[in-house]
C-alpha cells in the first residue's frame, strides 16, 4: 500500500505535454537507491510484508521502511511483465482484504539472500540509463536535482555527460569508479549543494574543484584518502556547513 503511494507520488508532467510516472530518476527511488546500495539497509521479507500499521509506526527505521517500499515497487512495477502482473495481483488482494495469497520475493530471485543481492543490483543506475537522463535534460525536459549514483561504473565518457545537469542540488556518486580525470566537469554544477565521493579515489584537483562550489553546504568524503594538506582549498569556502570525514 505505501509502495504503491509513494509511486503515485513521482506523476510528472513535462514541458512537451506528457507525463510520467515512476522512473530510477524519480525523488523517493533516489533515496531508496541511497539506502539500500550505500546503506545495504534490508528488513527481513517476512517482518517487511507482514507488518502491519501499528508495528510499522513503531518501528526505528520507519523512515527507511517507506523508502525500501518506493524501491521494491519500483522495481517489480518495471523489471519485466511477470512482476508486474504479480504486483498488481498482489495490491488487488491487499485492497480486498484478503489474506497474502502470492509471494513477490520469487520476482527477484529464488531465495531471500539472492534477492537483496538482485535488489541492489537493480538500484545502481547502469550507463545506458545515465545517457537517458543526460539526453531528456538535454530535450528541455523537467530539470532534475537529485541524482544518486552510489556503485555506479561508468565509462570517462559517460561520466563527462554529467556537466549537462546543471540544476543538480544534490549529487552522491559514493563508492563510484570516478577519478580526478573523470570529475573535471564539477565546477559546472553551480547550484550543488550536497555531494557525497564517499569511498572514491579523488585526489588534489578534486578537492580544489570542489571547494569552489558556489553553493556547497555537505560535503561527504567518508573514506577518501585524504591528507591534512588538500584540505586546505577549504578555508575559503563559507557555505560548507557540515563536512564528513570519517575513515
Same mark, same amino acid.
Given at each position: ?7 503515485? &507520488? ?44 501499528? !508495528? ?29 502482473? !504479480?504486483?498488481?495481483?498482489?495490491? #488487488?488482494?491487499?485492497?480486498?482484504? @484478503? ?93 550543488? &549543494? @550536497? ?8 585526489? #588534489?584537483? #578534486? ?28 578555508? &575559503? ?11
Amino acid at each position: 500500500l505505501e509502495g504503491i503511494a509513494l509511486y503515485m &507520488e513521482s506523476l510528472q508532467e513535462h514541458p512537451s505535454g506528457y507525463y510520467t510516472v515512476g522512473g530510477i530518476d524519480s525523488p523517493r527511488v533516489q533515496t531508496a537507491r541511497y539506502r539500500g546500495v550505500r546503506d545495504g539497509f534490508w528488513p527481513s521479507w517476512t517482518s517487511f510484508t507482514i507488518g502491519g500499521i501499528s !508495528a510499522w509506526k513503531s518501528d526505528p527505521n520507519l523512515a527507511r521502511l517507506y523508502t525500501h517500499a518506493s524501491g521494491i515497487t519500483q522495481i517489480l512495477l518495471h523489471k519485466s511483465d511477470a512482476s508486474r502482473a !504479480a504486483f498488481m495481483e498482489q495490491l #488487488t488482494t491487499v485492497y480486498s482484504g @484478503r489474506n497474502e495469497s502470492a509471494t513477490l520475493l520469487s520476482q527477484l530471485a529464488p531465495n531471500e539472500k539472492a534477492a537483496r543481492e538482485a535488489y541492489v543490483d537493480e538500484l545502481i543506475v547502469k550507463e545506458s540509463q545515465l545517457l537517458q537522463i543526460v539526453a531528456a535534460q538535454k530535450k528541455g525536459e523537467s530539470p532534475i536535482r537529485e541524482l544518486v549514483l552510489c556503485g555506479s561504473d561508468f565509462s570517462d565518457a559517460a561520466w563527462g555527460e554529467l556537466r549537462h545537469l546543471s540544476n543538480l542540488e544534490w549529487l552522491d556518486i559514493s563508492f563510484s569508479n570516478v577519478s580526478d580525470q573523470t570529475l573535471e566537469w564539477l565546477p559546472k554544477l553551480k547550484k550543488l &549543494e @550536497r555531494l557525497s565521493v564517499e569511498g572514491t579515489a579523488i585526489g #588534489t584537483s #578534486t578537492l580544489e574543484s570542489i571547494a569552489k562550489l558556489p553553493k556547497l553546504n555537505e560535503l561527504d568524503l567518508s573514506g577518501c584518502r585524504i591528507i591534512d594538506a588538500q584540505l586546505e582549498p577549504f578555508r &575559503e569556502n563559507a557555505s560548507i556547513e557540515t563536512l564528513w570525514l570519517p575513515q
